[in-house]
């Protein structure tokens, strides 16, 4: 093998839209503007701090500057680099140059890809540049550099995940008042990251988060954040890489493996802490938090499923496996809406009897509210999301819109809990505190509400309601199933594909 080749084979392994877009960040006026005005707003905060600070003199301007200077890199990285990211690549979303994601051969999960690695490097360019005056920092006393790497870890990591989470919002399809929508929506929340970020580093850095890296105080929840955060992105580059997934494709198989791998890490990180933390209420709490994460988690997945595709083209069906014993988990992990609804329901229920043996097998009376308040909650949003896939497979049946069964799901919450509360209190002539506790039996929330009296019959009525539209889809999901069938290819089909196979190879 000679050198050119492994060159080659070394610039093949590179991403090209990786490079691209740091080729237009290099080529790009405003990133240098605004490079070079951050690095004068550091050096004009270093020279204040020399010139006036009094705590200069007390040796102990250290913390005030570095958490200044701090606040200032995560601010240009939270709201430059996630903005610009996803503005370049909703100008590529966009209708009228759609074509430009799907003319390259390039897989979905490489342009997504690609857009992160980009991002991260610029991110790590701001970075750099903000080390030589964080180092100055440590000079002026009262902090320590274990602290200092600490925090700068965390808020980075802060930033790769707004940086993915901006790319996601980016990926979803619509018009500009969609786009406008998700572009406010995308701005709150890089806010609401900072001024937490913010916050929880200035507590960590003055309660001397550096004296503890010996401990399991410190190791326990720094391993369990950054192992959230790292699955928290991944998860986000699969949705994005989903939503920008031609129609024809098998888009959800990534997605919904991701799910089941995360769900199982979860799993994985409850156990670990169990055989860490000693036996009391404390981990109970944590057992239930992690059965309704996981609830919701499956909520999420199972209103995406409803509205996915209900038929599989050639493409998919190519794909599907001849053995019927392998066929099963296929149905559960291709696209199609039927498969995702089932999955979601069996990780709802798994998730809800391992929390409930696990608090069993610690020797301890599992919490009423418990019992009663994750089930019967996971009632109604079945109930909500089957009703909406019937209303839409009897009334919509030629209509296209991706988000129209979670369109319906919500008008049908909201009629289901708004509706019937003004009604009652128009009945009983403005009197709230007459009303019945009735007029809330469709509202999702009420068992999680203080209305314990009224728990039966919400339970009864979820219990039956979700009954009767599974019997009601049942059929349905009959149907899928038997739909979900490989393509059967004929001796001629198979003859003429090998012979095209030769002819491209010989002439390549």
């Not at 979860?266 to 860490?276: K, P, R």
């Not at 981990?283 to 038929?311: D, N």
Request: one cysteine or more; proline letters at 4%.
């Amino acid at each position: 093998m000679d050198k050119r080749t492994i060159g080659g084979r070394i610039t093949d392994m590179i991403n090209p839209i990786a490079v691209k877009e740091m080729r237009q960040a290099v080529k790009s006026r405003l990133i240098i503007w605004v490079l070079m005005l951050f690095l004068l707003i550091q050096l004009v905060v270093i020279i204040v701090v020399l010139v006036f600070s009094k705590e200069f003199d007390d040796f102990n301007a250290g913390p005030g500057v570095f958490m200044t200077i701090l606040s200032i890199l995560l601010g240009t990285c939270l709201l430059f680099i996630p903005a610009i990211t996803a503005l370049r690549l909703a100008s590529e979303r966009s209708d009228s140059n759609l074509d430009l994601l799907f003319i390259t051969t390039l897989r979905p999960r490489h342009i997504m890809w690609g857009k992160l690695v980009a991002a991260v490097i610029l991110t790590l360019l701001f970075f750099s540049a903000c080390l030589p005056f964080m180092t100055l920092t440590y000079l002026f006393r009262g902090l320590d550099l274990p602290s200092m790497f600490i925090l700068l870890g965390l808020d980075f990591l802060v930033v790769v995940l707004s940086i993915q989470g901006s790319i996601m919002l980016a990926a979803c399809p619509g018009g500009l008042i969609a786009r406008g929508i998700r572009f406010l929506f995308g701005l709150a929340l890089l806010v609401a990251a900072f001024g937490y970020t913010i916050a929880i580093s200035g507590a960590m850095l003055f309660g001397g988060i550096g004296s503890s890296l010996t401990t399991w105080n410190f190791w326990g929840p720094a391993l369990t954040i950054v192992a959230c955060i790292f699955l928290l992105i991944g998860l986000l580059n699969v949705l994005s890489v989903a939503l920008v997934s031609p129609p024809s494709s098998n888009k959800m198989i990534g997605v919904r493996i991701y799910t089941l791998f995360l769900w199982i890490a979860s799993m994985v990180i409850i156990a670990v802490w169990m055989s860490v933390i000693p036996r009391g209420r404390f981990l109970e709490e944590i057992i239930y938090s992690w059965s309704a994460c996981a609830g919701i988690g499956a909520c999420i997945l199972l209103f995406i499923s409803i509205c996915e595709r209900q038929e599989w083209g050639l493409r998919i069906r190519r794909t599907i496996p001849q053995n019927i014993f392998l066929r099963l988990p296929a149905f559960l992990l291709y696209t199609g809406a039927a498969g995702g609804v089932l999955l979601s329901v069996l990780i709802m229920a798994a998730s809800f009897l391992i929390g409930f043996f696990v608090v069993i097998a610690l020797g301890k009376d599992p919490d009423d509210e418990f019992v009663r308040m994750l089930p019967y909650s996971a009632f109604y949003f079945i109930s909500y999301a089957l009703t909406a896939l019937l209303i839409k497979r009897i009334f919509f049946k030629r209509v296209t819109f991706f988000g129209l069964p979670i369109a319906i799901a919500l008008v049908l919450l909201i009629a289901g809990t708004a509706f019937p509360v003004i009604a009652a209190f128009l009945l009983k002539k403005g009197a709230w505190y007459d009303t019945s506790e009735l007029w809330l039996i469709c509202n999702p929330f009420v068992m999680l509400a203080e209305y314990r009296t009224f728990w039966h019959e919400a339970m009864l009525f979820s219990g039956i309601w979700c009954a009767v539209i599974s019997l009601i889809m049942l059929p349905w999901f009959v149907k899928q199933f038997r739909s979900f069938k490989p393509l059967k290819i004929t001796k001629t089909e198979i003859e003429d594909t090998t012979d095209e196979r030769e002819l491209s190879k010989v002439s390549a």
